[in-house]
């Protein structure tokens, strides 16, 4: 077999086959005995057919297939050593025919060659939130909730502030009913699914009907109504009181934490600062990865970015499920898509420039590092390690592990070698 190769652009070759006559004669030889040995022709015995009947009746599927079984083992040798993406193109496919060569090309994507000119000493600035006393304050309240009492109000009174309602719902974007729940829970306090929803509700009596137009927060986890202006209507079906302790010695103990009221709050600035100080080090880390693609500028191959688009689709998707939501009817606007692209398209870069700055430097996933992170996968379930093992090598995920934590090593020995400005 012989083929060449050429450079399309940084991310598509181009393979140009010739397979000899011989070959081609050979495979057309066994095709047309196989076939002869399975059909029944009228007025010949099974396998006794002449070839030229068979060809007569048969030629253009034979053809067909010979042709398909030569692209496909000529490619999968040719392949051997290349990373491709995305799905092979076949291209200027000539015809099967006894005693001709066959021709054709296959175009692919493939990994660019990254030339890795700077990605030390980058300037990063590492800047943790600043946790002041409101934010612990409001993490404490957020804590006391996970001890309230929830009891049905049963006298004729006004929904208020701190109450959850059960509501019929029905939300009408732009003509068209985007949303609909025949019960669901609105917590006016912290409503994250319907946000905006609560100056319709207040003031409301169990049995009322309301309606009105109304701007949904953006960060509705509601995703078809998200960020959007609907006409809503509904009616109330129940109203539950929430009752939330004051912080006391006492009810810090029942939280599990130690030292009284004065421990719970320090433990929690504690988790806020380890919070805050992750969050800087995680935008640190994304700011360097852009920087770095700045610097050593390279295309990523389509079929990457559409692995990457597909994958975040279906994160979004995952979300919605969790959030009690149809994932199957979830639209995507032209606005939606053009920022989904973009993070698909970062993250694919990404990817490819880690994996070069690991292999340029040698750096490598040991036994060790994916034990460690089988340890820590288990604390976090309250498993036992050897159960954790088991089930990443059952699912066949060892693989994707090491690639996340040699991806993970790449991205702390960059940080380690930026010029990090901590403010």
């Known amino acids: 077999m ?6 399309l652009s940084s991310t598509e070759k181009k393979l140009s086959f010739e397979i000899p006559s011989e070959t081609v004669a050979k495979k057309l030889d066994g095709a047309y005995r196989e076939l002869q040995g399975q059909v029944r022709l009228p007025g010949f015995r099974k396998g006794k057919a002449p070839r030229t009947v068979l060809e007569s009746r048969f030629g253009p599927r034979v053809k067909a297939d010979v042709a398909s079984s030569l692209i496909n083992e000529s490619f999968r040798e040719a392949a051997e050593g290349l990373v ?25 994507e493939v990994k660019p060659e990254i030339e890795l000119t700077n990605y030390t000493n980058v300037a990063v600035e590492l800047t943790p939130s600043e946790v002041d006393e409101e934010a612990v304050q409001h993490a404490i309240e957020h804590r006391l ?8 109000v049963s006298e004729d009174r006004e929904i208020v ?16 009913v985007a949303h609909q729940h025949p019960g669901t829970v609105v917590n006016l306090a912290h409503d994250h699914y319907y946000a905006g929803l609560s100056p319709l509700l207040l003031g409301k009596k169990k049995e009322d009907e309301f309606s009105g137009t109304v701007e949904f927060d953006a960060q509705c986890q509601v995703p078809e109504i998200a960020g959007q202006t609907g006409e809503v209507k509904g009616k109330v079906i129940s109203i539950q009181a929430l009752a939330t302790p004051e912080l006391s010695d006492e009810v810090s103990k029942e939280l599990g934490y130690e030292g009284g009221a004065d421990g719970m709050r320090a433990s929690i600035r504690e988790d806020l600062e380890e919070q805050a100080q992750q969050n800087a080090e995680g935008q640190a880390k994304a700011t360097l990865l852009e920087r770095l693609i700045e610097l050593n500028p390279f295309e990523a191959p389509g079929g990457l970015i559409m692995h990457q ?19 199957r009817s979830m639209q995507f606007s032209e606005e939606q898509q053009t920022q989904l692209l973009e993070r698909a398209t970062f993250a694919a870069k990404a990817t490819l420039l880690l994996e070069a700055v690991g292999e340029k430097e040698s750096i490598a996933v040991e036994d060790s590092d994916i034990e460690a992170r089988y340890q820590e996968i288990a604390d976090s379930r309250g498993q036992q390690v050897e159960a954790v093992r088991a089930l990443f090598q059952k699912e066949g995920a060892v693989r994707d592990l090491e690639t996340r934590l040699l991806e993970e090593k790449t ?4 940080m380690e070698q930026a010029d990090l400005k901590k403010a």
Do not use: C, H
Request: net charge negative; aromatic share 8%; no cysteine.
């Open 145 to 152: 909730q996970t001890a309230s009492s929830v009891s049905e």
């Open 411 to 414: 991205l702390d020995w960059l």
């Open 84 to 108: 491709i993406f995305g799905q092979p193109q076949v291209e200027e496919a000539g015809e099967v025919e006894s005693g001709q060569p066959f021709s054709f090309s296959i175009k692919v």
């Open 161 to 176: 502030e701190s109450d959850m309602a059960m509501i019929e719902l029905e939300i009408t974007i732009d003509g068209e």
């Open 2 to 7: 012989n083929f060449d190769t050429e450079q």
């Open 309 to 327: 688009l597909k994958n975040l689709e279906n994160e979004l998707r995952m979300q919605a499920l969790y959030s009690g939501q149809d994932p």
